[in-house]
C-alpha cells in the first residue's frame, strides 16, 4: 500500500511542474518598449487647363426599308468625315463609337413602319480654338446627333510632382499641430505611402442642338479640371 502511495504522489507532482511551466514562460515581460509615433494623410488639389476635347458627332436617318435606311446613313455620314478631313482631323482622331439599325413601330405597337439606322463618333480635337468650329462644319455636312463634348488632358501625369510635394507638407503641418498638442515633437519619417493615383476626370459639356450650320461659330468654353492627390505619412515622436 505505501508503494502505491508514492507511485501517485510522483504523477501528482509532475503535472503540477507540467502545470507550472507554461505560466511562468508567458509572465516573462517584452525588452522592446513600443514606439510613439503620429500618422497623418495630407492631400493637395491639382487644377489645369485641358488641352483636348472628344466630341460626339452622329447621323441618324429613316427609310421604308433597312437597306434605304443604312444606305441614306452611309451617304450622309461619308460626308461628315469629308468635312472633319477639311478641318485638320486626321483619322487616327476619329473613331466609330456606336452603330445600330432597328424597326420604327406604329401606333399600335406591332406593325413595322419603316428603319431608322444611327452612326455615331467620336472626334478628338487637339486645338481647342477649333472645337466650335468643327462642330459646325460637322452638322452642315448633315451630322445630326451628338453626346456632348468631353474636355480632358493628353498628360495624366501634369503637376502630379508638385501635388505629392504639397500633400506631403500638408501632412507635416498636421502632424506638427498633433505632436505639439501632445506634448511632443516629430522625429524621423517612418513610412510614406502614396493614395490611389489620381486620374482627371474628363469634363462632358451638354449635349449641344444639331440642326444646322451656324452663321458663327458655336462658341466653347473649356473648364477647369481638378484633381486631388492624397499621401498617408507616419513620423516617429520624440
Known sequence: MKRIGYVVAGVVLGALVALQLPSS???????????RSVTVTGTATIKAAPDEAIVSLGVQTQANTAQG???????????????????????GDIATSYVSLYPTYGSNG????????QNQIDVTIHD????????DAAVGAGANLSNGITFQLSDQNQGMDQALTDAVKNARDKAETLAAAGGASLGDVITIQEGTPPVYPPVTY?????AG????????????????????????LS
Open 206 to 210: 451638354d449635349r449641344f442642338a444639331a
Open 213 to 236: 450650320a451656324a452663321s458663327s461659330p458655336t462658341p466653347i468654353e473649356p473648364p477647369t479640371i481638378q484633381t486631388q492627390v492624397t499621401v498617408t505619412v507616419t513620423w516617429a
Open 110 to 117: 406591332q406593325d413595322i413602319t419603316g428603319y431608322q439606322a
Open 69 to 91: 435606311a443604312l444606305s441614306d446613313n452611309a451617304a450622309k455620314m461619308t460626308k461628315v468625315l469629308a468635312a472633319l478631313a477639311d478641318q485638320g482631323i486626321a483619322k
Open 128 to 135: 481647342l480654338s477649333k472645337v466650335g468650329q468643327v462642330i
Open 25 to 35: 514562460a508567458q509572465t516573462t515581460p517584452s525588452s522592446t518598449p513600443s514606439q
